[in-house]
């Protein structure tokens, strides 16, 4: 931890001193943001002089005249208003005279006599750590000043302390420009580094092999290991300019979303059953790990990444697929065993607020807000009331299923839907021109009297004025694939000829129920006679559209090509003569009457209700059409139509909406602060807000106390995504740093409060965060730019002095002069087997493959796993919480129940035994040697041997691991020897 000297220098940031001239600022100020933001330059910047030295740092330093830097260091932990401990309160002057359950603490008269200097100077207080000689005498001169106190209580939360930060903490700030120091290496991050690296002494390992480098490279950004071929290709060539194209190509592989995903979905604890007593399944879980895995495919910004998971189905409409992104908030456990009574509902519900808060804090922000429920936050300046504040913007959150569209590119969706509009109008039309009609439920009209229409070689236009419709609400409104069906007739039933006429989707707008024009054309063919049906195209429950007009008229010229100059009319209906007086219905987006029931003397209505009409004026009225139910499917007869059949089929599974566990928004209660967290002690009313830890973005959201969830989560997510917001771009590349050196700069990348890790190199985070965010906050730029860098590819061992000096001086590698090397994860260990031995199914996305069978006891679940045959990778593994395959769960794949932003790393006998005896184990290596004998049938023992080597380890076995591997085939078999290889530590393990 080289840098604590440097953390040590923030406690020189005085802000409560400056409370003496100013007052406390319990809201966000000027002066408040230069102290953070000198605290933070001070942190990573060189420093020459002490912070009094500096006259632009904004503060001085902690000095013998002020009691509120003392008080607020040593006393106002255990002595303020929210934990007056034995009554007694030091932030004002007033409070300490008056005193607690002792007295009076301070004597204005005589100073020297007060009770609390006497406790000071006698050991008693702080309890348990009595201060140093200095700090009493501090204590003594300051009271003995003519106004110790500020004018204003002493904000305990504003200064860093020895026991917890201050606002001034270096993580709360917004960020810093930071240079990138003078020196030799070409990449800013070596630079950074290597000014470390000189200053504590070590000189820093060479660059690793180049299998070495490729396999590393392989594992962090795909978790699966590359080819034989691809090693010698690069071995063959290891230039920088290689390692470059390589680095391309492998950001622009698949895998590298879904490995990056991976590490995203430890953060948010994602996972497929509710866990607690019952642990039912969520079988629509899945779409938001793929939406996950997409974001990273496209390289979504960051900070939109952010938005979407916090307010996504706001940010782009109910059926935007950014709806499922908010499954990131219900991701989680829940408890669905909740008690009758209201105190125990509302427990219930301020628990599962807790959860979704804690991980929306650290996954984004790096802070533990839960912790400060009951309490004001025990080590980071976080109030109680804040904590409430910001968990109103969270309240609107409800667990549930939402019906939302599948995932699939516009052009694609219209293209699918076109294709089966065409394929349902080709088998609907079939069907009739046999005589089979598909509905008899089906609302539709018939002309009474037949008309002269059908004169042999006469070319004829139908036209017709239709719009959408919609009765009562979206699930029935008028879609693309609905429409009208107008059918011309002969005398004898049969159908001359027929067309659908389709209004479009219905958006909810005024416009869009405007009547338009739509026409078809057909040719007489001497019946004459002929009626007119008017249905729906759909038969499903759906609305087909309106029509307010039908006219057909004649071309005079007889050629067939409507293009004569001659019209003869024969049709003209405006449905002026339904009647009826019915009670209306109002059509819910229009606000027009609609009319069901009535009758015509021209028209003859079938199927449910009969007519149905909409008033569009008084006395004007347009004929409304109903789709009904199927009675009779459509049932192919021959191979053609089965196979529009099946297509239809087909194409209706793939746009089938998805069932998606996400939120389910509903309108939040005005929320309450809950004294010591407990639900039957309701406080305050409180408006939704941010932390006002965070200085930059503005935490007064403005907002009123009964806002809608919309404006809440809207203002959350525009909050933690600000430009401002230091933290939010800290904690995004501290995660990717961690994903290629196995440790983060700061070792505990959700939480960078004062309960986690210190950054081994604060100036190196703050440059990465400045160009994140200043570059589009590109995590695949963020990524090149990391394994570009020679740290990266250094070393993790040599046989050399300066390793040994290393290991003296910096034997954890924190400074980063060798790379650490690393055992894989569970899931690129079963990933890797799979791909070595040809068997891994690169199939994505969709719902995940299951190794639990499910035992039910009463309402429970209980997951049982079972051998498996599936071979997609891990990532798509059915994720239910409580049990874990036996191979995963032994190399520490974490339990979904929490969130895992560092995944525990052991090594035990039981990995070894698993490893060797696992039947999944046993089935690759046999795999693998099916696949070397199917390739290389007439091969000696000695050429299996070798490409056995080359599969696993992707290198030559040298003269004595060849010997020893040719006797092992030789004596058992060749899966005997893949089952050896796949358990070397040089397997498990990246260098």
Known sequence: MNQMPLFAELRSVDACERADADGARRHRSASLRSAAVAGLMLLVLPIAGSAQDDPSSGSRTLGTSSLASLLASHCLECHHPGDAQGGLDLTTAERAAVGGDSGSAWDRDRPDRSRLLARVRDGEMPPDRPLEPELVAAFAAALSEDHPWPTEPIDRLALTTDRRAGRDWWSLAPLVAVAVPEGDAEHPIDRFLDQELRRRGIEPLGQAEPRVLIRRLYHDLLGLPPTYDEVREFEA??????????????????????????????????????????????????????????????????????????????????????????????????????????????AAR???????????????????????????????????????????????????????????????????????????????????????????????????????????????????????????GSAQATDVEDGLRIEIRRPDGSILTSAVLRPGPWQGRSDDGAFAEHEFRYVGDGSEAVTITIGSARHDGRFGGAISRLTIDGDGDGDGDGDGDEREPIFDETFVDLRGETPAGLQADTGLAVRFGLTSERWIGRGLNAIHAVELADGRRALQIFGGSIDRPFVPTDAEERAWFDEAQAIDERLRPLDVHTVVPSQPEPMRILRRGEPTLPDA????????????????????????????????????????????????????????????????????????????????????AVRFRDEGRSIRRLQRLIVTSRAYRRASYEASERYATGQRRDADARTLWRQRPRRIDAEALRDGMLAIAGRLDRTRFGPGYRDVAIETVGAAHDYRPIDSSAERRTLYRWRVRGERDSLLETFDCPDPSVASPVRNVTTTPTQALSLWNHTFVARMAHATATAIEARDREGTIEAQVRSAWHRVLQREPNDEELRASVETVSARDLASLCRVLLNLTETVVIE
């Open 350 to 472: 301020h628990a599962e607020l807790e959860e979704i808060a804690a991980v929306t804090s650290q996954a984004f922000l790096g802070l533990t807000v839960q912790c400060a429920r009951c309490h004001d936050h025990k080590f980071d300046p976080i109030r109680t009331d804040e904590y409430y504040r910001f968990i109103a913007a969270l309240d609107g959150v409800r667990h549930g299923t939402r019906s939302l569209p599948a995932a699939i590119p516009d052009d694609e969706r219209r293209q699918l839907m076109a294709r089966r509009v065409e394929l349902l109008d080709r088998s609907a039309s079939a069907a009739r021109q046999r005589g089979e009609a598909t509905s008899d439920s089906a609302n539709e009209v018939e002309l009474r009297r037949p008309i002269d229409a059908s004169r042999r070689n006469i070319a004829y236009r139908v036209r017709a004025m239709i719009a959408p419709t919609v009765w009562a």
């Open 685 to 768: 009313i409180v408006a939704p807000g941010g932390l006002e830890a965070i200085i930059g973005p503005s935490p007064d959201w403005g907002l009123a106390v009964d806002a809608s969830d919309a404006d809440r989560r809207r203002a959350l997510a525009d909050w933690i995504a600000h430009d401002e917001n230091g933290p939010f771009d800290r904690v995004a590349v501290n995660r990717v740093w961690q994903q290629f050196f196995g440790v983060g700069l700061v070792e505990t990348p959700s939480d960078l409060g004062w309960s986690g890790g210190r950054p081994s190199h604060p100036a190196l985070l703050e440059w990465l």
């Open 237 to 346: 060539d290891p230039s920088d300019e290689a390692w470059e194209r390589l680095v391309d190509r492998l950001l622009d592989d698949p895998g590298r979303a879904e490995r990056s995903a991976q590490h995203w979905l430890d953060v948010v604890r994602f996972g497929e059953s509710n866990g607690f007593e019952y642990n039912e399944p969520r079988y629509g879980a899945w779409p938001y790990r793929d939406w996950v895995i997409r974001a990273f495919e496209r390289d979504l910004p960051y900070d939109e990444f952010a938005r979407a998971q916090i307010a996504g189905d706001l940010l782009g409409g109910p059926n935007d697929e950014d709806a499922i992104a908010v499954g990131f908030l219900v991701a989680g456990i829940r408890n669905t065993v909740i008690g009758q009574s209201p105190t125990m509902r509302i």
